[in-house]
């Protein structure tokens, strides 16, 4: 499955006149209705010069969380790791925070920009523990794809 997205990722990255939020939403619809375990996706990027993490294109329930201090929630906590976080099961996190109750899993992933971390992708699943190294390389992937469009 991973595979036949890529191509329409780099579709989607390449096309010249399409604003970056368009583009970047474009990539979370396609995600978000092709990967069944994937209920929301969205991205976060870091808020100017301030330790948080603004709300970016996303797809999925309404979220209240716009804004996420460095080092809260699973968000907040990759802004500071730098680091791929993979939860099989969010209730057994302590420092999560809950955008629907019927979420079970998430995984985020940063981007960096020049070897700084700028923002991340981050993904909800009503499944419980459906995330793989599947993912987290195809994500990487898209991360990748992302960090290419921020530098130019």
């Not at 096309?15 to 995600?31: P, R, V």
């Not at 870091?46 to 969380?65: A, I, Q, R, S």
């Not at 809260?72 to 629907?100: E, H, L, P, T």
Request: proline share 5%; net charge negative; hydrophobic share 40%.
């Amino acid at each position: 499955m991973f595979s036949t997205l890529k191509p329409q990722v780099d579709t989607i990255i390449s096309q010249q006149k399409t604003a970056l939020n368009d583009k970047l939403l474009a990539i979370c619809q396609l995600l978000e209705t092709t990967i069944p375990h994937y209920n929301w996706v969205g991205f976060y990027f870091k808020n100017g010069d301030k330790n948080e993490l603004k709300l970016g294109p996303y797809v999925g329930e309404p979220t209240d969380h716009d804004i996420i201090p460095f080092g809260k929630g699973i968000c907040g906590q990759v802004a500071i790791s730098n680091k791929n976080f993979v939860v099989a099961d969010v209730a057994a996190q302590d420092n999560y925070i809950a955008c629907s109750i019927t979420v079970k899993a998430e995984i985020v992933i940063p981007i960096f920009v020049n070897g700084e971390n700028m923002g991340q992708i981050d993904i909800d699943s009503n499944t419980p523990d459906p995330f793989t190294e599947a993912d987290e390389r195809f994500l990487e992937f898209v991360c990748a794809k992302v960090s290419a469009l921020l530098e130019a």
